[in-house]
């Protein structure tokens, strides 16, 4: 094991505010009116140890691998159903199985419960799985959760983990990164004083450098190898930046891919936004990479 992490007890979170259950709302019913991206064929949905889950199988073959990926939204915002066309894309290239599990959004249910959700799911598909590959993803604040679980299941040394996609990954909820700033006019989507009130509305007055809050303050030892893609004009090019050079200075394979004029999580939004075709292929790459 490379360190001792101690999991804090879940507490009783907020209510949310007006704005954001408005915003909740009108993200359900314009899903439900087919506005947002959602799935192109079934998906099986189950329960698993409390925790809601998608499953996205390759349209042929028995999987080669499976990947456990968490969707964004600054903790707060968000659910499996966003990810899922991704997840259908990757399944068929790669031959796996993508799960996607719709873990407990704050204010009402602040840090650590959206990673205890995260981490059950991870539990479980491990176990029904065997031996087989597992990788864990995710995109934004569902990457650093996917980070969060490398650090947590390196540090317990089990279960294995075999790989990480992580799509712009949020790994530090201090927001002092210089690209907040430098970043401001370019990143619309995902600006400073939205990580600073999602941050806020995460934690809770909690302490913000937290391992697994912010993966990027942990100690990497044993993290499994790395894909981390940002847009080079995004907010969180730095969390990215920093996370995949501790990670090589820890020792641990690592690739970078950072795209010129790429929006947030651009190759899991769709594929027809600048850079989301290259950063797509650089992932199937990778995994393909690892499922050898």
Request: net charge negative; hydrophobic share 45%; with cysteine.
């Amino acid at each position: 094991m490379s360190q001792t992490i101690t999991i804090p007890a879940e507490r009783a979170g907020q209510e949310a505010p007006a704005d954001l259950a408005e915003r909740r709302a009108m993200m359900a019913a314009a899903a439900e009116a087919g506005m947002l991206p959602g799935p192109e064929r079934p998906v099986a949905e189950d329960t698993v140890d409390g925790v809601r889950t998608l499953t996205v199988s390759p349209t042929s073959g028995t999987p080669r691998g499976y990947l456990l990926m968490l969707h964004g939204g600054g903790y707060r915002l968000g659910r499996p159903e966003n990810d899922t066309r991704f997840a259908e894309r990757l399944a068929d290239r790669c031959g796996i199985e993508v799960v996607l599990p719709a873990y407990r959004l704050a204010p009402e249910n602040p840090f650590p419960a959206g990673f205890n959700d995260a981490w059950k799911a991870l539990v479980a598909l491990r176990a029904r799985i065997g031996d087989a590959p597992l990788l864990v993803g995710g995109d934004s604040a569902g990457g650093g959760l996917a980070a969060a679980l490398g650090v947590y299941a390196a540090a317990q040394g089990v279960p294995r983990l075999d790989g990480a996609l992580l799509f712009s990954p949020w790994v530090d909820m201090t927001i002092t990164a210089a690209s907040f700033k430098e970043n401001a006019e370019s990143d619309q989507l995902f600006p400073e004083a939205s990580a600073q009130m999602a941050s806020d509305t995460y934690m809770q007055g909690f302490d913000l450098q937290h391992p697994i809050a912010s993966p990027l303050f942990a100690d990497l030892s044993g993290f499994p190898p790395a894909f981390i893609n940002v847009g080079n004009g995004e907010s969180l090019r730095d969390d990215s930046l920093s996370f995949h050079a501790k990670l090589q200075q820890t020792g641990v394979r690592s690739e970078l891919l950072g795209v010129d004029d790429m929006e947030h999580v651009a190759p899991v939004r769709s594929d027809d936004l600048t850079g989301a075709a290259e950063s797509f292929e650089a992932a199937v790459l990778f995994v393909e990479s690892l499922l050898g």
